[in-house]
């Protein structure tokens, strides 16, 4: 029985979606700040 490996595991993943989520809305906020600058 190790449960805590499996906790582990899954708290990593989280930190990796939240840095993906994070990535992604900054990639987001450029590309409509390029949008607003062409305008």
């Known amino acids: 029985m190790n449960p805590p490996k499996i906790v582990v ?5 989280d930190r990796g979606l ?3 989520q994070r990535s ?9 700040g ?3 600058v062409l305008r």
């Not at 992604?24 to 409509?32: A, D, K, N, S, W």
Request: contains cysteine; glycine residues 10%.
């Open 9 to 13: 595991c899954y708290e990593s993943v």
């Open 18 to 20: 939240l840095r993906y």
């Open 24 to 32: 992604t809305m900054v990639q987001e906020l450029q590309g409509y």
């Open 34 to 36: 390029g949008l607003l």
